[in-house]
């Protein structure tokens, strides 16, 4: 079965996933600028992803390119050519744009890397001098479509692509390679598992449940924040929960540090209230957001409210009053979790050894059923919920 990110059920999840992750920092000052930039960042992580569903299969596959299928004779001159006719070309293409555009960013491509699928990749491809040579002519020329070539030039081309092919399966196959990946993946399972019977264990104890989320990040003109002090901020904001009113119903959390094209650092945090004892979940993530901007932060800060308008944003909402029996809502929430525990798995930040990155709350100890009377309907276990469920 194919790993992670690459699985036919897994397709749509991520999609879903980075609609629900990649919400941008945004307050009611930033206006339409601001949700053009959250638009691109989205845009930006959705082709990665694309380019990571492309290289996966295409490392496995033992097709050739061919300069029959490839060269498709030009209208005006049926002497010249243009490699559209397989279309692995044209994605290869677009895909390899994508990701060179992001290596030659120096200050996103120090704070996070392509994994190792993208970066055997891009090893591999780097050495196909006729390619590069066509695409430099062709966005010289006519921009993002390829240029015509003679027949000559398009069977360089084609060996040249079948080089690099060849060579990235070989990068692919060895044992350190697929050490290095099933590492990754052992990792966002385990992570995924955890979180999803932290939430099953809150469950446990609650019937009823007020999930809250907000992202919290930092004004564009304090974009380069450094990470020790960001790490700081988020402790402000959660260390001393237990005697803050305004976290006196939590009954758990988890979040997530990432770093983004335009974003920078941010934070993902995902908040559980006891459902019997509150209600407003909008006003709550107002309050958590605006306590990092004024209080922690001293307005350097910015948030998004992801609670506000929720049920029209998202295809599949888990935000606001959550019961236990009620599975559309748990199957959004189970694409919250797969978004923050697989997108390590497509990229990865680079911070220095033994910081984390993820955290949450300690699991609720087991200590017996929940108080009150029996439920009437069935629990839907976010860790039951399968892939092929979503």
């Not at 005006?76 to 990701?99: C, K, M, Q, S």
């Not at 459902?275 to 004024?294: F, H, N, P, T, Y």
């Amino acid at each position: 079965m194919e790993t992670i990110l690459s699985s036919r059920c897994l397709d749509s999840e991520m999609d879903c996933a980075i609609d629900q992750g990649t919400s941008f920092i945004l307050t009611d000052d930033q206006g339409e600028d601001g949700r053009r930039t959250m638009e691109w960042e989205r845009d930006w992580f959705t082709g990665v992803l694309e380019a990571d569903r492309f290289i996966r299969p295409l490392a496995r596959s033992k097709k050739p390119f061919r300069v029959a299928k490839a060269a498709v004779a030009t209208r005006r001159n049926p002497e010249l050519f243009i490699l559209d006719g397989d279309p692995r070309i044209v994605a290869l293409y677009e895909h390899w744009l994508t990701l060179q555009e992001w290596v030659k960013t120096p200050a996103l491509y120090e704070r996070l890397r392509p994994n190792v699928y993208m970066t055997a990749f891009l090893e591999a491809f780097t050495v196909c001098e006729e390619f590069h040579g066509l695409l430099k002519r062709s966005r010289n020329a006519i921009g993002d479509k390829l240029c015509p070539v003679s027949r000559t030039a398009a069977t360089e081309v084609i060996n040249s692509l079948n080089a690099a092919h060849e060579r990235l399966r070989q990068l692919t196959s060895t044992p350190e390679f697929r050490r290095q990946a099933n590492k990754a993946q052992r990792a966002a399972n385990k992570r995924r598992r955890g979180l999803a019977t932290f939430v099953d264990r809150l469950f446990e104890k609650h019937s009823r449940l007020i999930v809250v989320r907000v992202d919290v990040g930092y004004r564009r003109e304090h974009g380069d924040m450094q990470l020790d002090e960001v790490q700081k901020h988020r402790t402000a904001l959660l260390g001393n929960r237990r005697s803050d009113a305004l976290f006196e119903h939590l009954v758990g959390y988890c979040w997530k540090l990432e770093y983004g094209p335009l974003k920078r650092y941010h934070y993902h945090m995902l908040f559980f209230f006891d459902g019997a004892k509150v209600r407003e979940d909008m006003s709550l993530a107002r309050m958590i957001g605006q306590r990092w901007i004024k209080t922690i932060t001293n307005g350097k800060g910015t948030y998004y409210n992801c609670n506000a308008g929720a049920q029209k944003r998202y295809k599949f909402n888990a935000m606001g009053a959550l019961r236990h029996n009620d599975a559309e809502k748990m199957q959004g929430l189970r694409h919250v979790v797969n978004y923050v525990t697989k997108i390590d798995d497509l990229v990865t930040l680079q911070v220095p050894e033994k910081t984390h990155t993820f955290g949450r709350t300690t699991l609720p100890r087991d200590t017996g059923p929940s108080r009150g009377r029996p439920r009437a309907h069935a629990s839907t276990p976010l860790a039951s919920l399968d892939q092929k469920h979503i």
